[in-house]
């Protein structure tokens, strides 16, 4: 006759044999393999001779941030842009901005700026002068992993990070986000 210990150990190989271990497939984030800087031509900024970028900036594929960045000098006042978070007052002055008023649908802000939705409602907007003599990185975004199954993919819109926007800016405006309900040009199914 079998002993306990022994049945035990048999329906403990025999059922091993027959489980089987779950390997979740990598799925395409529909990442670009390439970082391609956007040509910069601005009259406000002078690329800069140092062009290490500071840590934290340049990040790795789905972590959002920059795919490429180049240094420069803020040589004239310069408008820049920021949407924001009103339920933290923190993210007003924050350090990812736009070098143009954002315009049109917030989804293709979103995709052009890799703000995930659970980063910030956007539903501020700042305008600022930024400081001659300021340094700043610019770049376009990396892509960004919203969650398991929503990735935005690498952006060529440029990106101003700002290491600390409440010493480098001046005369800052802020605008409410309001309900402006258009027509979408969507084809019927």
């Not at 329906?11 to 956007?38: I, K, R, W």
């Not at 293709?108 to 990185?137: H, Q, W």
């Amino acid at each position: 006759m079998f002993s306990i210990a022994r049945a035990t150990i048999i329906s403990a190989l025999l059922l091993g044999g027959c489980s089987q271990t779950y390997t979740p497939q990598s799925h395409s984030n529909n990442v670009v393999p390439s970082c391609e800087m956007p040509q910069l031509e601005h009259p406000g900024l002078q690329l800069l001779a140092d062009q290490t970028v500071p840590p934290g900036i340049i990040l790795d594929s789905g972590q959002g941030g920059l795919c490429d960045a180049q240094n420069y000098q803020v040589v004239q006042e310069l408008v820049i842009w920021r949407a924001w978070n009103s339920t933290y007052e923190g993210s007003k002055l924050g350090k990812w901005w736009a070098l143009e008023k954002p315009a049109g649908p917030i989804s293709l802000y979103r995709a052009e700026f890799n703000i995930c939705p659970k980063y910030s409602p956007l539903d501020m907007l700042v305008r600022c002068t930024l400081k001659a003599g300021t340094k700043v990185v610019i770049g376009p975004g990396q892509s960004a992993q919203c969650s398991e199954y929503f990735t935005y993919p690498q952006s060529d819109t440029n990106q101003l990070y700002l290491a600390n926007a409440e010493q480098a800016t001046m005369n800052c405006t802020t605008f409410s986000g309001q309900f402006s309900w258009h027509e979408a040009d969507m084809k019927e199914q």
